[in-house]
């Protein structure tokens, strides 16, 4: 983009380049930041997936050890008398982003016939319960991720923009206006000089 060559512009040029400048570190902070947070909840998410897969793996081994999902139809399988009503969840900031809080994971109150079902079921379903409890954070954790990943993108761009273009692009403005500046008070020095010698002629 042509750019006016004048004492103004160069003002204009420089008060920009100033603001970009000083805007800068706060974007690349929060690119740092929100990098850092991602890569927290993703391992998060990890931790989460390896508690809830022994946690799944002892719950079956304890089942079996007591007869059995198998002992009950279908339709009376323990897995159904677990079943989520609804996440709670909270709101926080991380970098400027609105992100969610996991708060409780409520349950829908099942009754079931405490004769047809064994002893060890009420075991069974908190066990249940927690192993949901973990599917409730990890998806909470995604969804915190998408957002800030989305942040991320956004931030991202807006550093290359500053780094790679609006900088480089503001100090070639100054530099070009510089010179001609400079170029166009050398002529006025010149042509004041010979305007001087032909008025000594001429006296």
Avoid: C
Avoid at 27 to 41: F, M, Y
Avoid at 171 to 179: A, L, P, Q, S, Y
Wanted: proline share 2%; hydrophobic share 40%.
């Amino acid at each position: 983009m042509a750019v006016k060559l004048t004492k103004n512009e160069q003002k204009k040029q420089k008060d920009a380049l100033r603001q970009y400048q000083r805007y800068l570190p706060t974007l690349q902070l929060k690119k740092q930041q929100l990098q850092i947070v991602i890569r927290e909840a993703e391992n998060e998410i990890e931790r989460l997936k390896e508690e809830q897969r022994k946690a799944v793996e002892a719950l079956s081994g304890w089942i079996a050890v007591y007869g059995g999902d198998d002992a009950f139809s279908p339709e009376a399988s323990i897995s159904n008398l677990v079943q989520i009503d609804r996440i709670e969840k909270g709101r926080g900031n991380i970098a400027g982003v609105e992100v969610p809080i996991f708060k409780e994971l409520v349950f829908k109150r099942i009754e079931y016939d405490l004769s047809y079902y064994p002893l060890w079921v009420d075991r069974a379903l908190e066990a249940l319960k927690d192993i949901a409890g973990y599917d409730a954070l990890i998806a909470t954790l995604e969804e915190r991720i998408a957002l800030l990943s989305h942040e991320l993108r956004v931030t991202t761009q807006r550093v290359n923009l500053f780094e790679k273009v609006k900088i480089p692009e503001t100090k070639e403005n100054i530099r070009v206006i510089g010179i001609y500046l400079q170029d166009q008070q050398t002529s006025a020095v010149v042509r004041g000089k010979i305007a001087k010698r032909k008025l000594v002629k001429v006296s």
